[in-house]
């Protein structure tokens, strides 16, 4: 584990939510969950050190991007310090509550796939709601949310449908990656 990690575990650890970065089984598991056959655009929130990121980074094509955004400036320091060399990968200092604005600054509208960190099954429900209906906010009907959890709660939520799932042993604690889509908007039956 990265002394940087331990230290914003320590320093805040409701945030941070797991007291090591993923392994490199869950980190490999996860990236491939996305496609890169054509170029896409992929957003990662909560990225903390970068292992997923440097995982994703190992198999995008050129004509790809890759939006990192974090909610602490320490893991973002490092973040743009890492990948400072590397012109398709943007780093924002921004809380996931504010997707999709920061995602149009970017000039980016219903990404390829937004890959999350954010322990969304520990975190205080009020929050996770408001985290998770901006992420759907931001998808659009192509988009995929990959997400690894502690448990499966977020497979039946409201917003989203699950397409599929693997568990991995190898990480500490064990997660399960989930590949989601958004839910289509009910019709509304026409009143005669
Ligand atoms: C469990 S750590 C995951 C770190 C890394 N992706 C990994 O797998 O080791 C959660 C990360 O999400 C970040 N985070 C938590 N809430 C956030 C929010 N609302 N917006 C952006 N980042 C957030 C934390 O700062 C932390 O870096």
Do not use: W
């Not at 893991?75 to 809380?95: G, M, P, T």
């Not at 099954?121 to 009907?141: F, H, P, V």
């Amino acid at each position: 584990m990265s002394l940087l990690f331990f230290k914003r575990v320590l320093a805040n650890p409701v945030q941070v939510g797991y007291i090591v970065p993923s392994s490199r089984f869950l980190t490999t598991r996860t990236a491939r969950f996305i496609d890169f056959s054509r170029d896409r655009v992929v957003v990662e929130l909560g990225p903390g050190e970068g292992c997923h990121t440097r995982s994703i980074v190992r198999r995008m094509n050129p004509g790809s991007r890759l939006i990192l955004i974090e909610l602490d400036e320490h893991f973002c320091k490092h973040l743009e310090r890492q990948f400072a060399h590397d012109s398709r990968i943007s780093v924002v200092n921004a809380n996931a509550l504010h997707l999709a604005e920061t995602l149009l600054s970017l000039g980016v509208s219903e990404p390829d796939y937004i890959v999350s960190g954010i322990p969304f099954t520990i975190m205080e429900k009020e929050l996770r709601e408001k985290l998770l209906a901006n992420i759907a906010g931001a998808m659009g009907s192509e988009s995929r949310f990959i997400t690894y959890q502690a448990s499966l709660q977020i497979s039946n939520h409201q917003h989203f449908s699950l397409v599929r799932r693997e568990h991995c042993l190898l990480n500490v604690p064990p997660l399960h990656v989930m590949e989601l889509r958004k839910t289509r908007p009910t019709p509304v039956a026409s009143v005669a």
